[in-house]
Nanobody, 117 residues
């Protein structure tokens, strides 16, 4: 059983939108802070957005502020990333991650997002 599975990536034109989903299973999702990371070719993995267990304390990378929205549904064990006004520099593999104090962290396998100009 894979703890985190991302979906929703794909090819989109500049200015378009995508909604990424991350399905969690096998661990107490509601007690984990969740985040989205991305890694572009030849670059280090970077934090895109994070959200606390209760859905508050949301933070975004400066590069995505005002364009991306992170959210979660603890009833359905789901994490989301709504991405609007996409730019070519948003092209990357997007990963979700779950963290909790003194517990192992979980990573998904990633979903590719490609923004074409």
């Amino acid at each position: 059983q894979v703890p985190l599975v991302e979906s929703g990536g794909g090819l989109v034109q500049v200015g378009g939108s995508l909604r990424l989903s991350c399905a969690a299973s096998g661990f107490p999702f509601s007690s984990y802070a969740m985040s989205w990371y991305r890694q572009a070719p030849g670059k280090e993995r970077e934090l895109v957005a994070s959200i606390a267990t209760w859905g508050g304390n949301i933070n975004y990378a400066d590069s995505v502020k005002g364009r991306f929205i992170i959210s979660r549904n603890n009833t359905e064990n789901m994490l989301y990333l709504q991405m609007n006004s996409l730019k070519p520099e948003d092209t990357a593999v997007y990963y979700c991650k779950g963290t909790r104090w003194s517990s192992p962290e979980y990573w998904g396998q990633g979903t590719q997002v490609t923004v074409s100009s």
